[in-house]
């Protein structure tokens, strides 16, 4: 099993540019979450799921969209990038409300 | 006032020294998970407890729920235990509230 994958590694936008991030697990768990980590501030959620084809809002979710079409995959979208959200990404997921499994992270600049 | 507060929020030890690492929080909450994050950047899941106390090899995890209040203790530390060591709350709607984390360097 890979695990949590998280694609792609690194990314640098231009304000105003648009990506999506994508989540990947092959554990075929329910939930799923995006963070966002910040220096000095611990992981903030952004977004999760509990199940496909549903999503929800977490503690900063402005500026970002999200979509869980298949159980597997978990996107996350910038639709017009910021420099605020210039950040490390994780995404995690969890079989049931315990223990989460996180990716590698997503290093993203706007510049 | 953060909702997770950690201390030390940095500490340096030798080798071979317990280590002990503190969590308040000021949520309910029904769970706290204690969190690795390496060097690299990668998190590893090392405890969810909610309650009393749990061991792993030489990583101690306790909590008191109604102190608010939960400890990470390592014994005989080692150099690949550096790490920054993240404590989690878990709240309503299965959302974790993340402390700052404790940035553990254990030289030889």
């Known amino acids: 099993n890979a695990g949590v994958t998280q694609t792609p590694k690194f990314r640098v936008l231009k304000t105003g540019q648009s990506m999506t991030l994508l989540c990947a697990q092959d554990m075929n768990h329910e939930y799923m979450y995006w963070y966002r980590q910040d220096p000095g501030m611990g992981l903030r959620l952004i977004h999760y799921?509990?199940?496909?084809?549903?999503?929800a809002k977490g503690e900063v979710p402005d500026g970002y969209n999200v979509s869980r079409l298949k159980k597997q995959n978990f996107l996350l979208g910038l639709e017009s990038a910021a420099p605020s959200q210039t950040s490390v990404y994780f995404c995690?997921?969890?079989?049931?409300?315990?223990?989460?499994?996180f990716g590698p992270g997503t290093r993203l600049t706007v510049l | 006032k953060n909702e997770v507060e950690q201390s030390p929020q940095n500490l340096t030890a030798q080798e071979g020294e317990f280590i002990t690492i503190n969590c308040s929080y000021s949520v309910g909450i029904s769970a706290l998970h204690w969190l690795q994050q390496h060097p690299g950047g990668g998190i590893v899941s090392l405890f969810m407890?909610?309650?009393g106390k749990k061991k792993h090899g030489r990583l101690i995890a306790t909590i008191n729920i109604q102190e608010k209040h939960s400890s990470l203790h390592i014994t005989a530390s080692h150099p690949r235990d550096s790490a920054v060591y993240i404590c989690?709350?878990?709240?309503?709607?299965?959302?974790?509230?993340f402390g700052q984390g404790t940035r553990l360097t254990i030289n030889p």
């Open positions: 989690a709350p878990k709240g309503g709607a299965q959302k974790l509230v």
């Open positions: 407890l909610s309650s």
């Open positions: 799921s509990v199940g496909e084809g549903t999503t």
């Open positions: 995690a997921s969890s079989p049931t409300r315990d223990t989460q499994y």
